[in-house]
């Protein structure tokens, strides 16, 4: 079973920033896409930022110029790769679960979720 290890999240301020991990086992010759997405307070599910395995990468139009998703490739005994979400000018709409989410040939995996509030 592949599991998803995310970290980060928290409380911030309008126009603070943040920055979530995911760390998997999972080898990236055997990932296709990995990416966050969130979903808010009685929202659908949605897609934040993606990256390929050849690095492409897609971010909704309501977090380009301020999301930031980057790929680490790790070589400890633990984990083979990390994404990471450097989240800046937080706002309070982005508030939500957000989700790491796998794609490997096979199936597709999710994190449990991590929580993200912007208040003041």
């Known amino acids: 079973q592949v599991q998803l290890a995310e970290s980060g999240g928290g409380l911030v301020e309008p126009g603070g920033s943040l920055r979530l991990s995911c760390a998997t086992a999972l080898s990236p010759l055997s990932t296709r896409v990995m990416g966050w997405y969130r979903q808010g307070p009685e929202k659908q599910r949605e897609l934040v930022a993606t990256?390929?395995?050849?690095?492409?990468?897609?971010?909704?139009?309501?977090v380009k110029g301020r999301f930031t998703i980057s790929r680490d490739n790790l070589s400890n005994t633990n984990y083979l790769q990390m994404i990471n979400l450097q989240m800046n000018n937080l706002q309070v709409e982005d508030t939500a679960v957000y989700y790491c989410?796998?794609?490997?040939?096979?199936?597709?995996?999710w994190g449990q979720g991590t929580q993200v509030t912007v208040s003041s």
């Open positions: 989410k796998l794609v490997s040939p096979i199936r597709e995996y």
């Open positions: 990256i390929t395995g050849s690095g492409s990468i897609n971010y909704a139009d309501s």
